[in-house]
């Protein structure tokens, strides 16, 4: 009987319980990113849609209005739970989408797009091919986030012209400074083995409006340039092609030399411009779209024209001059910092690039960082923006949170994008934003650009934490567009990406849109910085030994027994006569700077009374505390949305929030302990004291970055 009872109880676990661990739960493992196209569940909203996309009409063949078509019927077919057919062209016929390309559309530029309502149907409108693929995904954008498309009316052309990812990624199929697994691109397996998800990252790109895209790092091999990589290159570009992405490479700037076999690789040198105007013709016989050349030169031991007593004009120049047969650009990097143990590094692309405005060819492009240092937390906008008005600067960000906690902190980056687009350079009086010098309505530039240092890897949700994917879409969302505000991309993000149901989208939207201070808090409170070499995640505030002082981090915060932070003003390193005296103004009195900024520019002492009402020190410590508090804050709200969102997606962002939460007590303890050995103050009620000591902090520090 006992025996009975027992097989009876196996029998029920395997054909119940078994069965049912068997069957997976539903799971989203995130690869579709905000591409998702899951079936409508208002019946009301599907079949209003439905109604409205009966069809899809298209006159012309072009790869780009194939996608377009393509996409729309992929899209809807997901969305509405039913086939949408493709016809040639509409006809009499309405109730269905009619993909048009008309070249005197007045209002649109070329990549421009225009939806619409006329005679019975909706109308996608472009001057070319890729508007009328833009216009597609906007459509879909619109159903996906539930808006209606009955009085649809909207006109949209791109802010900036180039709007191109950068990729940090090697030969050998690592990405420096990728947190998200290996480097997309299979080396090894190209040209003949074309991976599925290079079309998925195109279908992706293309549906936020991005052109471009800089397949290796710029800290660049040369092999990029022999024929076997360019040919590997060329079958990316092909798949790539039909959504309207060009390819472009990072150049080595000693290839000459290394992989040429020439004496020089100086710019100036009549071989060395034979040598890349030969190379850059071998590359558009590969890669007949070729979009150009992102060069890294004389900047962390890259080689460059300064190596040949050149300057950057003439190596940016001499690459321009090989491209000027077709219409491929130079983007030039404007990161450069020379290892001066008396020089402020905040101060060097200035120095070097503004007196070279007007030397340019008009082929090239400068990319500026958004911060003078590099990709901090917080960084006061680069002075160069404004301040090259014959030069056309675009904009480098980075998605990549090589500064933000790597892949377990969620730090939504459309806020940073946006502090520093709008920030008022006063070049040409009050309104000179930044996003106007960028979008080149400042200064007139055509050649305008906006790039993103890619968070993107082998990892199966591509950016490793499923909430950094909301950085990839706001980047393109804003290259486009920069008038978008956080909140708005947030929103559409959440409703494509992890759910509609109101009061959750309304959470999570709040929680991406704070997580950037909770973030500065416990790292970089009041314009701290934290450059210091190495790996850019441990806290090592302590760090003073390494090969040139700006490597380390005491020569950014400067903290002694009288104070913190690094003075700029007058009667510091000046960095701030960089700027246009209103912007300098709002900076340079201690008494009226803004807190986020204020250390960036001063050297504050510990017992100064801020406009918080606060000393310097208790200010301080109410951050770290703060920040680090505001995680379980995140956790909680995090917890409020289960529900609403899928149960894969939201166990793994809740497991690295409570590593976010450990991570950043961590932070806010090595801070605070180490700045207390100057400030010799108590840390203030009531916060308590960190469990460990200096020393035990500093012992985990040197663990993590053991190898
Ligand atoms: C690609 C920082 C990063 C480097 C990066 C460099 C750059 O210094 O730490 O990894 O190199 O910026 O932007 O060139």
Request: net charge positive; glycine share 8%.
């Amino acid at each position: 009987m006992k025996n009975r009872s027992g097989c009876l109880l196996l029998l029920f676990w395997l054909l119940v319980i078994g069965r049912a661990g068997a069957i997976p739960p539903a799971g989203d493992d995130g690869y579709r990113l905000w591409l998702k196209y899951d079936r409508i569940t208002d019946d009301a909203l599907r079949q209003s849609y439905a109604r409205a996309a009966g069809f899809i009409a298209l006159s012309g063949d072009g790869p780009m209005l194939q996608t377009a078509a393509g996409e729309l019927q992929t899209g809807l077919q997901g969305l509405l739970g039913k086939a949408v057919p493709r016809i040639g062209g509409a006809g009499n016929r309405t109730g269905g989408i009619v993909l048009a390309v008309t070249a005197g559309e007045p209002g649109l530029q070329p990549e421009g797009y225009r939806l619409s309502t006329r005679n019975g149907n909706l109308v996608v409108t472009g001057k070319t091919d890729a508007g009328v693929l833009y216009g597609a995904f906007a459509l879909l954008r619109r159903i996906q986030t539930g808006q209606s498309l009955e009085t649809i009316s909207e006109t949209s052309n791109p802010k900036v012209r180039f709007r191109m990812l950068n990729h940090w990624d090697n030969v050998d199929g690592s990405v420096e400074r990728g947190y998200a697994g290996s480097s997309l691109w299979k080396w090894y397996e190209l040209p003949e083995r074309i991976d599925p998800r290079y079309r998925d990252y195109a279908r992706a790109n293309a549906s936020l409006g991005i052109n471009a895209t800089v397949v290796n790092n710029v800290n660049a091999s040369a092999r990029f340039m022999t024929e076997e990589y360019l040919r590997k290159v060329a079958a990316l570009a092909q798949v790539f092609r039909p959504y309207g992405i060009r390819v472009y490479l990072s150049v080595y700037f000693a290839a000459p030399k290394t992989l040429g076999g020439l004496k020089t690789s100086d710019p100036l040198d009549p071989q060395v411009r034979q040598w890349w105007a030969d190379k850059v013709k071998e590359i558009y016989r590969i890669i007949p779209d070729f979009g150009g050349f992102l060069v890294k030169a004389n900047s962390e031991g890259e080689p460059g024209p300064q190596d040949y007593g050149r300057t950057h004009a003439d190596g940016a120049n001499m690459l321009a001059e090989a491209l000027k047969p077709y219409d491929g650009v130079v983007i030039w990097r404007a990161f450069v910092y020379k290892a001066d143990p008396k020089g402020d590094r905040f101060k060097a692309a200035y120095d070097e690039f503004t007196p070279l405005d007007g030397q340019f060819d008009p082929k090239v492009i400068v990319q500026v960082k958004n911060g003078p240092i590099d990709f901090q937390p917080r960084e006061p906008f680069s002075p160069l923006f404004g301040n090259m008005p014959r030069t056309p600067l675009g904009m480098e960000f980075q998605l990549t949170q090589e500064y933000l906690g790597f892949a377990t902190h969620l730090v939504y980056e459309a806020p940073i994008f946006r502090e520093c687009l709008e920030s008022d350079t006063y070049v040409a009086g009050k309104g000179s934003t930044v996003a106007k010098v960028v979008d080149g309505s400042l200064h007139g530039y055509a050649m305008t650009a906006m790039a993103g240092v890619a968070n993107t890897g082998s990892h199966r949700n591509w950016t490793g934490h499923p909430l950094a994917q909301a950085n990839w879409y706001a980047f393109g969302r804003l290259a486009w567009d920069h008038t978008l505000t956080a909140e708005a991309i947030a929103g559409e993000w959440v409703r494509m990406t992890l759910t509609r149901e109101p009061q959750a989208v309304k959470r999570i939207v709040n929680l991406l849109l704070r997580s950037r201070e909770i973030y500065v808090d416990y790292n970089t409170p009041l314009g701290l910085s934290r450059p210091w070499t190495g790996v850019h995640f441990a806290p090592e505030p302590w760090q003073n030994r390494s090969s040139r002082p700006d490597w380390t981090a005491v020569y950014y915060h400067r903290a002694d027994s009288v104070g913190l932070g690094f003075d700029r003003t007058a009667t510091g390193s000046r960095a701030l006569e960089q700027y246009r005296p209103e912007v300098r103004r709002t900076w340079e009195n201690p008494e009226t700077c803004p807190l986020p900024f204020l250390l960036w520019f001063h050297h504050v002492p510990w017992t100064k009374q801020l406009s918080s009402g606060r000393t310097l020190w208790n200010e301080l410590c109410t951050r770290f505390y703060a920040g680090a508090d505001s995680v379980r804050w995140m956790q909680r709200e995090w917890a409020q949305v289960k529900a609403a969102v899928d149960p894969d997606t939201h166990a793994d962002v809740a497991g690295r929030l409570l590593t976010q939460e450990r991570e950043a007590i961590w932070w806010r303890d090595a801070w605070v302990l180490y700045l207390q050995t100057f400030s010799k103050q108590p840390i203030p009620t009531p916060f308590r004291k960190p469990e460990r000591t200096l020393e035990e902090v500093k012992r985990s520090v040197d663990v993590y970055l053991l190898r």
